[in-house]
């Protein structure tokens, strides 16, 4: 990801440039076919959202606030022609992307847990039930997205911290630069002495 992060706009100009080479209607089919694939997906969403509005409305109300999100974000992108780091987008997604699989293993340790395949859940590392409502909107975006909890074992939270900080540490120190290595022909002469 960080090598992705550095060099993605370089390669998303030379691709784009290769593309236009073949001819701009060319680039505009592939731009259409990956919105219709995106719009596909969503129109199935959308209709599922809608076959379930009759017993909660919820996920309805999301998916519509989603899709004008959404909406709103390209307007203003097209709009103001915002320019986008994407070297800085890249590395804020694989930092996110990073929480996310660490709350994966942790859903995946409390599973082994609950299944009795791991001992400890009865052994809770922490409760913050009673600043993280488990019923309110915010509790259930934080657990669907980085699976955190209003309470955890000792192992789920032990399993989340060894693989998200080691990992984030890792991804987001700065890269190091390599040196060309000098060679004979490179090397400078000594300065004569006097």
Known sequence: ???????????????????LEVGSIAVAVMAFLAVVRE??????IFYSAVQGAADNSG????LLIGIASAVLIGYL??????????????????????????????????DL??????????????????????LAWYTALLTG?????PTASVLETVAWAAFCIPVLVIFLRPARRTTPATTPETTPAPAPQQ
């Open 113 to 134: 847990q609950e299944a009795g395949v791991v001992p400890g859940l009865t052994n809770v590392a922490y409760d913050i039930s009673g600043v993280l409502d488990p």
């Open 145 to 149: 997205m980085f699976n955190i909890t």
């Open 59 to 62: 996920p309805l109300i999301a």
């Open 77 to 110: 992108m097209y709009a103001t022609a915002v320019r986008i780091n994407l070297s800085m987008f890249f590395t804020w997604t694989g930092a996110l992307l990073i929480l996310v699989a660490a709350g994966i293993l942790k859903y995946g340790v409390h």
């Open 1 to 19: 990801m960080r090598r992705a992060a550095r060099s993605i706009a370089g390669e998303l100009r030379g691709k784009l440039h290769d593309a």
């Open 39 to 44: 719009g596909l997906e969503t129109s199935l």
